[in-house]
């Protein structure tokens, strides 16, 4: 089974920039879809970005103009490149990959993969 590997996150005063990166341990053959989701403390997970082995981007609305999702295909690599953060995008960050752009954004979707996850907080 394909492991995710997360790499970054941190602490970061608010306005400042973090990158995180997820390395696959081989490149997903039914998952095309590889990204980020994000869980606050309290609150539900929601998807952040993602990107299709094709290079098809989805963000959501919230990380839009502050966040850039990219990826090295011959590393199997994606990185998210996280800049004018805000308090407010404090949460894990979990790497994950799926069959399909609406299977990564599931609640609940049984054939995506996950990362450990990595603490992102943006401090006031």
């Known amino acids: 089974q394909v492991q995710l590997a997360e790499s970054g996150g941190g602490l970061v005063q608010a306005g400042g920039s973090l990158r995180l990166s997820c390395a696959a341990s081989?490149?997903?053959?039914?998952?095309?879809?590889m990204g980020w989701l994000r869980q606050a403390p309290g609150k539900e997970r929601e998807f952040v970005a993602a990107?299709?082995?094709?290079?098809?981007?989805y963000y959501s609305d919230s990380v839009r103009d502050r966040f850039t999702i990219s990826k090295d295909n011959a590393k199997t690599t994606v990185h998210l490149q996280m800049n004018r953060l805000k308090p407010e995008d404090t949460a894990v960050y979990y790497c994950?990959?799926?069959?399909?752009?609406?299977?990564?954004?599931?609640?609940?979707?049984?054939?995506?993969?996950w990362g450990q996850g990595t603490q992102v907080t943006v401090a006031s």
């Open positions: 994950a990959t799926a069959a399909t752009i609406q299977l990564f954004r599931a609640r609940d979707s049984p054939g995506r993969l």
């Open positions: 081989e490149r997903p053959t039914s998952n095309q879809v």
């Open positions: 990107i299709s082995w094709y290079g098809t981007i």
